[in-house]
């Protein structure tokens, strides 16, 4: 709760508690302590120079950027919702971004892309409240962030080869998972469907549907409105194009998983094998031995006859 309370301190005062700095510009306000005063001051300038999110009208809601010195105080910021591959957390409800400063690994990414996507999470949430479903929240955000997501699509990969397509509502279970692997496979595969949403109208994008969503308050009747499509009839479509968008790898990691059963499987076979090639090796050789010891002796014996008996040698006295 200490967070929130300095969300509605941070406005009103002229200077930051506990020894931290503050910086404001336009509708953010950025708390930092010194050692991270140029990434603050990058931080404020790209929040104010991209202040606005595709398809979304600009928001004019004050925002609150809390830049955190070391861990702890990320952690203690962040609260229990902080997993520890989490570089960023916003709070849409009050406004606020809590992003770690320049201690925080090298895993986390590009510190400014990541304040975008948590930026996008409120300006989202200014439009539609809290009528998207995390898959759509986290995919929006990585879209409007300009994320690749590169670092879950071998994950994604996996996720598919190692079980079915998942389904949207399942995003959910994946991306609130502690672990990064199957956390980040779900970002992957969010950020794929809102991207294969906004390719439905390519001169719209979602502004069709973020429109109806926020006037029919539901996501179908939003979907049927904007694309003629049902929810489920998009899902389909999700599923069979992320499928096949993946299927290069997954085609390969297929047939690796394939050969792999298969030489297991082999194993035992090809060690019998061995085993009684070695055997009838060893009998070949002991027979080809007694063969050639017959042979030897054959022909000692054809030697010795040819040449006849022996005559004994005249005696001295003959």
């Known amino acids: 709760m200490l967070g929130a309370c300095w969300l509605v301190w941070a406005p009103r005062a002229g200077a930051a508690p506990g020894g931290a700095l503050r910086i404001d510009r336009g509708r953010f306000t950025v708390i930092h302590y010194s050692g991270d005063a140029a990434l603050a001051a990058s931080?404020?300038?790209?929040?104010?120079?991209?202040d606005t999110f595709p398809w979304l009208p600009r928001s004019t809601s004050r925002i609150l950027i809390m830049v955190a010195p070391d861990a702890a105080t990320f952690r203690e910021?962040?609260?229990?919702g902080a997993f520890p591959w989490i570089a960023a957390l916003a709070f849409v409800d009050q406004h606020r971004v809590v992003v770690q400063g320049r201690?925080?690994?090298?895993?986390?990414?590009?510190?400014?892309q990541v304040l975008r996507h948590e930026l996008a999470h409120v300006a989202l949430h200014d439009y539609l409240g809290d009528l998207p479903p995390r898959?759509?929240?986290?995919g929006y955000a990585s879209f409007a962030a300009g994320e690749e997501?590169?670092?879950?699509?071998?994950?994604t990969n996996a996720a598919l080869v190692l079980r079915a397509m998942p389904s949207l509502a399942a995003l959910d279970?994946?991306?609130?998972?502690?672990?990064?692997?199957?956390?980040?496979?779900?970002?992957?595969?969010s950020l794929r469907a809102v991207t294969e949403l906004a390719s439905i109208d390519r001169d719209r994008g979602l502004e069709p549907l973020l429109s109806a969503w926020k006037e029919r308050r539901s996501f179908d009747l939003a979907l049927r409105r904007a694309y003629a499509l049902t929810a489920a009839q998009f899902e389909a479509r999700w599923q069979r194009q992320t499928r096949w968008q993946f299927a290069f790898l997954a085609i390969a990691a297929d047939s690796a998983l394939a050969i792999a059963v298969f030489?297991?499987?082999?194993?035992?076979?090809?060690?019998?094998?061995?085993r009684e090639q070695r055997q009838r090796l060893a009998l070949l050789r002991e027979r080809e031995a007694i063969t050639e010891r017959a042979a030897r002796?054959?022909?000692?014996?054809?030697?010795?006859?040819s040449i006849g008996p022996v005559s004994a040698p005249p005696s001295p006295d003959a």
């Open 43 to 50: 931080i404020l300038t790209a929040a104010v120079t991209r």
């Open 77 to 80: 910021w962040a609260g229990a």
């Open 103 to 112: 201690r925080a690994p090298g895993s986390v990414g590009d510190p400014l």
């Open 135 to 138: 898959w759509f929240d986290e």
């Open 149 to 155: 997501r590169m670092d879950g699509f071998i994950q």
């Open 173 to 189: 279970t994946m991306l609130s998972n502690p672990r990064a692997t199957d956390a980040r496979a779900g970002y992957a595969l």
């Open 263 to 274: 030489l297991l499987l082999l194993l035992p076979l090809h060690r019998r094998r061995r």
């Open 297 to 305: 002796s054959q022909a000692l014996d054809t030697l010795l006859h």
